[in-house]
């Protein structure tokens, strides 16, 4: 009896690779978003803060160059948070690339796995048939011996 061998293993062993360094990837990916996210709650935070300084400070009175200084200092972190949005952006960009080519390698892999399952089968069959085969001659070999004696 011959031993089962798929012809197109290693090509579904290199799927399989790929979709965990593709998931690998992604959950990078994922950590760093998070990462930005935080940072961005971060300076959404600060600039609200500094809203709030600043209506504080008109209510209570200050300089024309203190407010000036506060919008100039707003102006900036505004221009930080647009920054911060553009990576969270480019990030999440990436991260559906990412899902989009692990959904086709998983699909790949499935497809081979579901090709050698079918193949494994099929050899099967095949050696039942064999050893049936066998035994029905293994039979006939019986029963022609009894006939002779």
Known sequence: ???FSFKLAKVAETKSIQVKQKSLELAEMLRSLESEQMEFNRMSNELEILHEEVLQQSVNGCSAKELRDYQRYINKVSAEIRDQKNSMDKIQDKIEELQVGLMELSKEKE??????????LKHLKEQIREEQKM?????LITKGIKNLL
């Open 111 to 120: 497809v081979l796995e579901k090709l050698r399952e079918k193949r494994y």
């Open 1 to 3: 009896m011959k031993k």
């Open 135 to 139: 035994l029905d001659e293994m039979t």
